[in-house]
């Protein structure tokens, strides 16, 4: 795969490859998934992924709850992206 042109960004970007990630997007959601790849606007697709989002359920005196859902493959738009890292086991 590398090249001589490669770049030492896309180098750590292809060391990425097949390692699980956490996005935090801007709606508070986060969804994790083994990257797959990305493109030039930053978009990034995961395959096996899952959204793991907290909610507050009215009338309980706030209690808050996390929802989880398997997604599988997803594209995440990279303009909606908070924060990006490896996830930790």
């Not at 797959?36 to 793991?52: P, Q, T, V, W």
């Amino acid at each position: 795969f590398a090249s001589m042109a490669d770049t030492p960004a896309i180098t750590q970007l292809r060391n990425l490859l097949g390692q699980d990630l956490r996005i935090e997007v801007t709606d508070g959601r986060v969804i994790t998934g083994m990257f797959g790849c990305i493109d030039k606007e930053k978009n990034i697709i995961l395959r096996d992924s899952m959204e793991e989002q907290v909610i507050q359920l009215p009338g309980e005196g706030g209690r808050v709850v996390k929802e989880n859902r398997m997604l599988g493959v997803v594209l995440v738009p990279g303009r909606y992206i908070v924060s990006c890292g490896v996830k930790k086991n």
